[in-house]
């Protein structure tokens, strides 16, 4: 009966899974007293950690929920620059190692803001079927809060998308993956084929 009642509560409480973030440089390094912040995308936005690296570039595992998550490393002083990834927790232990790079003056780190224009993205699944119901979050290089949107495509994997920087950063949730694909408004067609995933 007490192992009924152990196994019923642990249900209830819901699976956690470990999740271990590093953040190094191009060589593999740990970086120290880079601010890391979690992010639950499933849950508005909600910030779930706030902490500076140590000297290995490690922060404490985190145990979390199923579901979709964003980590962002930036250093408070802009010696490097900002990386921002989105990824799925499911139920499997998960290692992430965030790379940064040192701040140029100029080049990559630069981020021009585009304004309104909306344009058709196509998603469509490894085997060229539609993507439908896929969740499309759409960001710039530094997940700037106002330029975030979220879709979902219809039927025939189609929706209408609105790019927020040049280049603008499109991550698709489909099924149990999670594709990321940076988009330029000169872009021809908008149109994202998800790989193949392992079964």
């Keep these: 009966m007490k192992f009924l009642f152990l196994s019923l509560f642990l249900l209830s409480a819901g699976i956690s899974t470990p999740v271990d973030l590093v953040v190094v440089d191009a060589s593999g390094a740990g970086l120290k007293n880079e601010l890391v912040i979690i992010q639950d995308l499933r849950d508005a936005e909600h910030e779930i950690l706030r902490v500076l690296s140590d000297k ?95 879709y979902k495509t219809n039927s025939l994997g189609e929706v209408e998308i609105e790019l927020v920087s040049e280049p603008t950063v499109v991550v698709i949730v489909y099924g149990n993956s999670l594709t990321t694909r940076e988009i330029s408004e000169s872009d021809a067609a908008l149109a994202i084929r998800l790989p193949s995933t392992p079964d």
């Design 56 to 150: 290995e570039g490690k922060i404490p595992v985190l145990s979390l929920q199923p579901g979709l998550y964003r980590a962002i490393a930036t250093a408070p002083y802009g010696t490097w620059q900002t990386q921002v990834r989105e990824f799925l927790v499911a139920d499997k232990p998960l290692r992430l190692a965030l790379e940064v790079r040192p701040m140029s003056t100029h080049g990559y780190g630069d981020i021009v803001t585009v304004g309104t224009k909306k344009r058709q993205l196509k998603v469509s699944q490894a085997d060229g079927r539609p993507a439908s119901g896929a969740e499309v979050h759409i960001r710039d290089r530094d997940a700037t809060l106002h330029l975030e949107r979220r």
